[in-house]
Every structure is written in structure tokens, then in C-alpha cells.
């Protein structure tokens, strides 16, 4: 069963083991199978930059998507996630 996360103009969608991004004003996707995701959320203010993309070496981050997301909208985010990085470490459809 895929779960989903809409934000700004964009649809996430977790299909057991791959991530897909949608955008709305382009036909192109991006997919990434969960053994090579990498997400990296900062504190920016009242909210936070948030990354997400292809894994590199030790702590770097490839291509992918940048966003900037209020408190709210970092916490569901994490919750959605949570449930690729579950699917990544345990091997499990998510």
C-alpha cells in the first residue's frame, strides 16, 4: 500500500521500497529506492530546511529536492519519513 505526503506544489509518494516525487508543473519524477535516500532537516528560524536526495559518502546529499517547511509541516514530513527509513533498515514494505 503507497503512502503519501503533498507539500507546496509537490506529491511524495512511498511505494514499499521507493520514493517518488511528483511535481506539479513538470512530467518528470524523481525516484529513489530507499537503501540510497538521505534526508537532512535543519533549523531555519521558526522552521526548518529540509533535503532530500540520493546518499553520498558519509554525510553528502546528491541531487534531490530543498525545501524550507514551517514546524507543522516538518513534523508530518518526519512522520512520512520515518516509514522509508523503516522500509531501508529492516527491509520491510512500508
Known sequence: MATEFAFD???????????????????????YHVAFLRVSGQPHGDGFKVRLGRASGDDGIVGGCRW???????????????????????????
Open 68 to 94: 524550507k517547511m514551517t514546524a507543522a509541516q516538518f513534523a508530518e514530513f518526519r512522520e512520512f519519513v520515518a516509514l522509508a527509513m523503516a522500509a531501508r533498515d529492516d527491509g520491510t514494505q512500508a
Open 9 to 31: 506544489n509537490q506529491i511524495m509518494v512511498l511505494d514499499g521500497r521507493v520514493l517518488e516525487i511528483f511535481h506539479r508543473d513538470t512530467e518528470e519524477s524523481l525516484r
